[in-house]
């Protein structure tokens, strides 16, 4: 499986990235993306099967991403990894087609939690 | 039909000017803010990472991250130490990708990211809707009135971490 991480922050993709490993997703190819445009543009080339996304960035925020990726037709697995988890942003998450809503600060536990179901 | 404000369930109270500013000593506690703080530490920097609220005097050269709030309140959470104490805190986020030597980008990603997790979740007690800003790292914005900061001194390995909820400067409090 190859899993896409955006996060403006290299810190943070590298602390999610070390989080997928400690849950145990340690076998999986990983991509990284640096903003909502870069991961738009490398769901197309990557062809990633899991979007792993900060909402607050940059360019391109990750609702704008994920609203453009399911207005092109693409159905990749999305989900949120962010800094604020309110009603409303889980509500928006989930009306945009996201999976689930990771708020950070997380854990593997968090990670495990949502992720089972959908890493086979 | 397309009735007047007020006519369908709008109690028709109005926030006027002259309305009392909303501060954030009303709405947040240091307790609260030490909370989140080690919550993001524990998850983040380490499990066995400690933020012990004791002062620790003003850093010499000091540096500071921050992300602004822009709702029924608004102002920043500005997380403020020493360089050292940033890049120690960026290498501890990284683990074993850190490099040798840090470069600058490295340390100020941390430390934003740190005000950024903070932030959020500061932003996640606040009444709604607020918008978070992206975070900034540099010289802290300037504080605003302190009856719309909340402070807390905090230690991190015994060197000092200041977390500071604050209204933004020149926020019309007196009218």
């Known amino acids: 499986m190859k899993i896409l991480v955006a996060d403006d922050s290299r810190v943070m993709r590298q602390i999610v990235i070390r989080t997928l490993r400690q849950a145990g997703y340690d076998d999986h190819d990983i991509v990284e993306a640096e903003d909502g445009a870069d991961a738009l543009a490398k769901v197309s080339s990557e062809k990633p099967d899991l979007v792993l996304s900060d909402w607050n960035m940059p360019n391109m925020t990750g609702i704008e991403c994920l609203q453009a990726m399911r207005a092109s037709g693409s159905a990749v697995p999305f989900g949120f990894v962010t800094s604020e988890g309110s009603p409303e942003m889980r509500e928006k998450a989930a009306t945009a087609g996201a999976l689930f809503l990771i708020a950070k600060p997380f854990t593997e536990d968090t990670f495990k939690e949502h992720l089972d179901e959908v890493i086979a | ?175």
């Open chain 2, 1 to 175: 039909m397309t009735g007047f404000p007020g006519s369908h369930g709008d109690t028709g109270e109005r926030r006027r000017t002259s309305d009392a500013p909303v501060l954030i000593t009303d709405l947040l506690d240091q307790e609260t803010v030490q909370s989140i703080a080690q919550e993001a530490w524990s998850a983040l920097v380490g499990d066995d990472e400690f933020l012990v609220p004791l002062p620790g005097g003003p850093p010499d050269d000091a540096v500071s991250s921050w992300v602004e709030i822009v709702g029924p309140w608004t102002g920043t959470v500005v997380l403020t130490c020493s360089r050292a104490t940033a890049e120690e805190l960026s290498r501890c986020l990284l683990g074993e990708h850190a490099p040798p030597v840090l470069d600058e980008e490295d340390i100020q990603d941390g430390l934003g990211e740190l005000a950024n997790v903070v932030g959020g979740n500061v932003k996640g007690v606040l009444p709604g809707p607020s918008v978070l800003g992206l975070p900034e790292v540099g010289n802290a914005p300037e504080a605003g009135a302190p009856a719309d900061t909340c402070r807390v001194d905090l230690l991190w390995r015994g060197q000092s971490l200041t977390i500071s909820v604050q209204g933004s400067a020149g926020a019309p409090l007196d009218q």
